[in-house]
């Protein structure tokens, strides 16, 4: 390794499917691969490193802080929650992270669970597997709820790529799309809906907002019981938790 070779390291290489291939970084450097890192071993393989990327493993201030010479924390994903960037930025290191990220597959995952569950799917193929279309006798029967998308509407939390792309396929799918405002805010304009309004009159509601000090514990009970029509409550960030976790959860 040359004195002007950089010194990377990829912390969780499994995170990311196999079939995608890593592109070759255009400047000198050395590579370290880890399929996985544990808390703590966090330490031992960046205390060195001038780069470091990560996914999903977390690096805290104290882990941060004891790094020699560091200059770039780069995330495999969109969200930032597992760095601590007040951390970051007393040690001047640079946080960058993948925009637009996974523009298409968040917002059609999305809509995979809620057709699964506004047409209770899987409820339906346990039930056909068990026997029971045999033992109806006629060809239907209604143990579970179905309901058609067409008329309803759509609650969404966050206007970035990911809700804009959600709610261009509500629209093609005949959903009323509400974008709401934040939480406690009514000054956002007429394309916004008041938070609580989008709470009272959805009939499914979206996440696709960061997890932030202000996003953190966003639906609690009080939101809850402001859920008038007992919506679907879809959040796709896994791990990225912005409701409260607890038995009223539905």
Sequence with gaps: MTSSSLHVVFLDRSTIPPTTRLKELPFSHTLDVYDSTTANQVLERIRDADIVITNKVKLPGDVIAQTRKLKLIAIAATGADNIDLVACNQKRIAVCNVRNYAVHTVPEHTFALIFALRRSLTAYRSAVQSGRWQESGQFCFFDYPIKDLAGSTLGI???????????????????????????????????????????????IITLHCPLTDDTRNLIDDVEFARMKRRPLLINSRVGDWSMKRHSSAR
């Design 157 to 203: 939390i966050g206007d970035g790529a990911l809700g804009k792309a959600t709610a261009d396929i509500a629209r093609a799918l005949g959903l009323k799309v509400l974008f709401s405002s934040f939480k406690g805010r009514d000054d956002m304009g007429m394309l916004y809906t008041p938070f609580d309004k989008v709470l009272e009159e959805s009939d």
